[in-house]
């Protein structure tokens, strides 16, 4: 068992995983060991299809990995079964999405709420905590508008109250502030900061946006599914393709018109002497 | 934290009842279609039980009651050997259990002659003031009159009868039968009245008299062959089982209609059976209706699906909230099925349905023109049930697929 710091938080060691893209492997991540501590503020930084969303899906229990070791807070989220990582998720991870993804027929304060009845609270007791963690995203005139009756940067700061308002010792955001304008996007990361200040929560941002990666206390560079340095550094492409990609990552109908399709001979596997032209 | 469950459960419930707020089209196609489909089920058994009372009720009114008590046998045997000598005290059972609507009989077979021809006839002797109470005979008599309780002699025969004899009312008609000891018998009877309900038993093959002359005829004086009672259908298994304890010992059979003429019930049965396929259909296109509709709304909200996952929301929950919808989309459909059904039953149940207009004549069949549909509630029980349990049916396939969802695929994909 690796040695975890008190401090740790979010650790995951030689985490690997690959997606079939059709017929053709694709390796998100290639043995990422990352360590985040608590309170830290860090972003993970890189292009697209670098690895961003994979490793906050892994870390957060959305997704599991071929490979290797998540432990957040002690425990090893990949040895999970789905509804002991529900359990796990809506006690101690927040969740804020690009697409900001609220209850489209609750209210905001209602959304809020959801997640703390959901931990079995009162009725009541829920709407207190979610008016309250409305007016700390200042937000808090705006409780009985539904998402649609709200703008861009409403509804993701309505996705932070709800993300905080199970007191979550982690915060994940999957690019928060990719769907809103710079000057909203600039107010979101800035409370996020601020949030981060007073509560002491970890947050753990994947994004592109220069004001987010300017806010962070600790950047992670993402390529290719590595960690670099710098963008200068040169990834190395996996030792082999068939060992991180398994085939049961493929989509089912993938696997079947994989399995049926008729296999050609290759010039090495035909034997000599039975060529026509040897 | 039980309080706190049942919380979190009617919270569930409320985000999935606002989920059909929030579609109001398509929430109230769905739950028309279903309430459509019971209107016309409960229309059809509403009909299907006005036909069904009309004709039976005809069928008993025209002249066999709901009821009779006969000597062991008679039914199958009718013989002037086997009468009710004590016929008292039958009247004194029946009135015990409150029963007035009753009437004595004697039957007997004979041959009516006239001038012209004979024809076989089962001549029945009936006391003319108790039979109106029992039976609508005597509103079934087209030309001349019912019996009067002083009468002597006189004779009704259905319209076939006397067409047959060539007789006509005032003529004479001749009965030749048996008396009580298998002495043959001739007497001389005046036509009083012809019946003409169009009902194939009543206007052939039957000759009625007053139940005193027959009774001297035959010399039978104080004895009746049968006891032909009127009660509704509700009380008759009750009465029926009274009557075969407080008359057990004496030989006698108490039969209700449907044993002496089983065949009208078989056909109730069938007829039931037929609406029963019918629901079955209904609920057969229930079920597809509101399965297709949860699945477009599961498709529609996979990525809603996979944030509450993602949140914390179990795959159970999930599930249930999908169960809800499917369950209260039944609810309104019943609901507005049962108030549709019950005005069209209200409605056609004043003013009738006119079965004339599709069958031509429907006398033949004991069915009045008029028919005033009914609603009975246990028909009603089971339809609603089989529509509620068809939408419970209907929401548990697309809950289990949307519990099978992974978060990170359905709000990719959603």
């Not at chain 1, 994947?206 to 950047?219: C, E, G, I």
């Not at chain 2, 009902?199 to 004895?223: C, F, K, N, P, R």
């Not at chain 2, 407080?246 to 078989?266: N, R, S, Y």
């Not at chain 2, 599961?298 to 996952?309: P, W």
Request: hydrophobic share 40%; net charge neutral; charged share 20%.
């Amino acid at each position: 068992m690796p040695e975890v710091n008190q401090s740790t938080i979010i650790q995951t060691r030689d985490l690997h995983k690959c997606y079939w893209v059709g017929s053709m492997p694709y390796p998100a991540l290639n043995g990422i060991d990352l360590e985040i501590h608590k309170g830290e503020f860090v972003v993970l930084a890189g292009r697209s299809g670098s690895g961003k969303s994979t490793l906050l899906n892994i870390v957060g229990g959305l997704e599991s990995a071929d490979r290797g070791e998540a432990r957040i807070l002690g425990e090893d989220i990949l040895k999970m079964g789905n509804s002991q990582r529900t359990g796990f998720r809506l006690a101690n991870i927040g969740f804020v999405f690009q697409a900001y993804n609220l209850i489209r027929v609750l209210s905001a304060r209602e959304n809020v709420a959801y997640v703390c009845q959901l931990q079995g609270k009162s009725k009541q007791e829920s709407l207190e905590i979610a008016n309250h963690w409305l007016h700390e995203v200042e937000i808090g005139h705006l409780g009985y508008r539904r998402p649609d009756q709200l703008s861009g940067g409403q509804q993701q700061r309505v996705a932070v109250a709800r993300a905080l308002a199970t007191e979550p010792k982690i915060i994940l955001a999957d690019e928060p502030t990719a769907n809103l304008d710079s000057t909203t996007g600039r107010h979101l990361i800035e409370l996020m900061q601020r949030l981060n200040q007073s509560l002491g929560t970890t947050f753990l941002i994947s994004s592109h946006d220069p004001d987010v990666k300017q806010a962070a206390s600790r950047l992670i560079k993402l390529s290719d599914g590595f960690i670099v340095n710098s963008w200068d550094e040169e990834t190395k492409p996996p030792v082999s393709l068939a060992v991180t990609c398994p085939i049961r990552n493929r989509p089912f109908g993938e696997r079947l018109r994989h399995f049926f399709k008729p296999r050609r001979k290759t010039d090495q596997q035909t034997k000599p002497g039975t060529s026509r032209h040897s | 934290m039980a309080d706190a469950k049942s919380q979190l459960n009617l919270h569930l419930a409320r985000v999935a009842l606002r989920n059909l707020l929030g579609h109001p089209r398509r929430t109230l196609l769905t739950s028309g279609a279903i309430a459509l489909g019971l209107a016309a089920l409960i229309f059809l058994w509403g009909f299907n039980e006005g036909l069904h009372r009309n004709m039976l009720g005809n069928f008993q009114n025209s002249i066999i009651g709901a009821l009779q008590i006969h000597r062991q046998g008679f039914f199958q045997h009718p013989d002037l050997s086997l009468t009710i000598t004590n016929p008292q005290r039958i009247s004194e059972t029946l009135q015990k259990h409150g029963v007035t609507r009753y009437s004595q009989r004697l039957d007997t077979f004979g041959l009516a002659a006239s001038d012209h021809t004979t024809q076989g006839v089962m001549l029945i002797g009936m006391d003319p003031l108790n039979e109106p109470k029992v039976t609508e005979l005597g509103r079934r008599i087209g030309i001349g009159r019912f019996l009067h309780p002083d009468d002597s002699y006189t004779l009704i025969l259905g319209a076939t009868t006397a067409n047959n004899l060539k007789v006509q009312l005032g003529d004479e008609v001749v009965m030749i039968g048996y008396d009580r000891y298998g002495a043959m018998i001739a007497e001389s009877f005046t036509l009083v009245g012809i019946i003409t309900s169009g009902e194939m038993g009543l206007d052939s093959g039957m000759a009625i008299t007053s139940l005193a002359t027959l009774q001297e005829m035959v010399d039978l004086q104080g004895q009746v062959t049968t006891f032909v009672i009127n009660v509704d259908e509700q009380t008759l298994p009750g009465l029926v089982s009274s009557l075969n304890v407080d008359l057990a010992g004496q030989q006698l059979e108490v039969m209700p209609w449907h044993t002496m003429f089983p065949v009208m019930k078989e056909w109730v049965t069938l007829h039931n059976g037929f609406l029963y396929l019918f629901l079955g259909i209904v609920l057969f296109i229930v079920l597809a209706g509101e399965l297709n509709t949860l699945l477009l709304s599961m498709l529609d909200r996979t990525r809603e699906f996979g944030v509450l996952m993602a949140i914390g929301t179990s795959r159970r929950q999930i599930a249930l909230l999908i169960v809800v919808e499917a369950v209260t989309i039944g609810i309104i459909g019943i609901l507005l099925g049962t108030l549709l059904g019950y005005l069209i039953i209200l409605l056609t149940g004043l003013i009738g349905i006119d079965l004339s207009i599709l069958l031509g004549s429907t006398s033949r069949f004991y069915v009045d023109p008029l028919i005033y549909p009914q609603l009975k509630l246990d028909h009603l029980g089971i339809t609603a049930s089989a529509i509620l349990m068809a939408s419970i049916l209907s929401g548990i396939y697309p809950a289990w697929r949307a519990s099978l969802l992974q978060p990170v695929e359905a709000i990719r994909n959603g």
